[in-house]
């Protein structure tokens, strides 16, 4: 019973234009409450697949997003649905058209270390949920008093016929749309409604369909605002005299199969805010290699120079800065690997900044798979659950803390070299399974050393993963660096990684490591094969 299921993603609302410490598809108790409300069950925090799949279309997050309608090509064949995420990111700072490698001198990463006013913080105070309302407050309707089948006519039918998108878009970029539980028979729609336990009959202004329709995000745009309270009204009107309708009442149980035909882990995975989520995860939290020259709070020189087409980057809202992305067409949906915001920061196309990252590094990727899935969300390529990609494990966040290794051979000049990053476990006397941090780039032509600010990294839903999205800095302690150098070319495969036939050797790293460019954690470049 897709009716049930699909109406309930409309329920998600929640501004993401700031971002929370959290996760943020939510776990919070009123989520728990709501999917008692709709017979869910709490079970994979990825999809949470409900038991009773008539009651599954939907999560139970009360989340609302800020995220509008996105520019992709191919926008009229999908309905602008799905929300994203929020995260607090400290950005690691790089001065102006520098590399992660190629300034020695730019002391002013030691006077510009990231602080509650910089870009990639957000405001505190908008981090949690928004009151959801489960009604709206509107005028009686022109139709009010008339038999339902004429309301039915006059409100109703408009609305399934319409080629304009529903409310529900403001969720969902794929799946959910108000038009798909709707018949052109007026007994039909009534007794699939009722069936499905969208309509009271004996408290019709209580009917759950009218409360999917209310809620509403805490920032709602100004013309699904108009589109919601009319959909409001109208169903209003018509349930109140449908229930007061004797032969509508009779009406039996249909067959007709109306809702989404999408499976329920596609529609939640095409959710705004589960999109934003990824957005927040993967660029957002390397935002820092861009704000010298794109934030608005710091770019005056730029915008002086390149006007403020450059200002792309909108100060704690990642909601608007990929609203600003997507609609200013550094977004390509058609072939997401030509998209200006991957091409340019990684070096394969021209930059006024100079490259932020390289082809085969973990912000590379991080990049692609957003724009992957994106394009794949706004164009209704997922049918099946099969067809999603898999969760990441990790969660990864731009510190600003620097390591650099010096006399690196020079014959390994522009080789690609990853650091991964372990911490020593006192209580277990051993290193950690899992790499606490990871660093790459490639081996500069003329410095002898090499040099890049570490991402932290931790297992996702880990303690410490929750800490890092608060504060992504490797605390003072011990660990081990893991070198690895690709000599063959491999990683210009995106997919590529580094493994055990790649590594050069390791090297111990202890006492306090101090954020900024300067001083940088300093090591030796390692014996080959070094214990």
Known sequence: MRIFSSLLLAALAFTFASCTDEHP???????????????????DPDHRIAEDQRHSKHDDNKNDSSLGDHGSR??????????????????????????????????????????????????????RPAAVSLTLEVEPDETEG????????????????????????????????????????????????????????????KSKLLTFIARR???????????????????????????????????????????????????????KDRVLSSFVDNVWSQIGRCINCHSPERNQRQVKKFGDRVSWIVPRNP???????????????????????????????????????????????????????????????????????????????????????????????????????????????RWSEERWATAYNPIPTKAPHWQSMISVTAPKDSPRAATIRREPLLPAGAYLAKVYID?????????YEMAGGELIGQVEITGQWRPGYQPPKIIQYPRLNSP
């Open 319 to 429: 909601a608007a800065t990929l609203q600003i992305l997507v609609d200013g067409g550094n977004v390509d949906t058609v072939d997401p690997e030509l998209s200006p915001m991957l091409l340019k920061p990684s070096g394969l196309d021209e930059h006024g900044g100079g490259p932020k990252f390289f082809p085969g590094g973990h912000t590379y990727k991080q990049f692609l798979n957003f724009l992957e899935d994106y394009a794949a969300v706004t164009n209704g390529k997922y049918k099946t659950a099969k067809d999603l990609p898999p969760a990441s494990s990790e969660v990864v966040r731009l510190g600003r803390q620097h390591l650099r290794i010096v006399n690196v051979p020079a014959d390994l000049k522009t080789k690609p070299l990853r650091v991964d990053i372990y911490r020593w476990n006192k209580q277990q006397r």
């Open 146 to 205: 008339l038999p339902a089948d004429q309301i039915f006519s006059r409100r109703i039918l408009p609305i399934m016929r319409s080629e304009k998108k529903s409310s529900c878009t403001e969720c969902h970029f794929v799946g959910v749309e108000l038009q798909d539980y709707l018949h052109e028979d007026q007994a039909t729609t009534f007794a699939a409604l009722r069936d499905e336990g969208l309509i009271d009959e004996k408290n019709p202004d």
């Open 74 to 127: 191919n926008n009229s064949s999908s309905h602008g649905r799905t929300s994203p995420g929020q995260h607090s990111e400290h950005g690691a700072e790089q001065s102006d058209h520098s590399t992660d490698h190629d300034a020695p001198h730019k002391n002013d990463h030691d006077k510009a270390h990231p602080t509650p006013t910089d870009v990639a913080h957000h405001d505190r105070s908008r981090d």
């Open 487 to 495: 000599r063959n070319g491999n990683v210009k495969n995106a997919n």
């Open 217 to 271: 995000p805490r920032q709602e745009n100004e013309l699904l605002a108009k589109v919601r309270r009319n959909e409001y009204q109208a169903f209003r009107t018509w349930i109140r005299a449908a229930v007061k309708d004797p032969q509508l009442l009779k009406a039996k149980a249909t067959k007709v199969s109306i809702g989404s035909e999408l499976p329920v882990e596609v529609i939640r995975h095409a959710r």
């Open 25 to 43: 598809v939510s776990n919070s108790e009123s989520d728990a409450d709501h999917s008692k409300e709709l017979g869910l069950k709490n079970q």
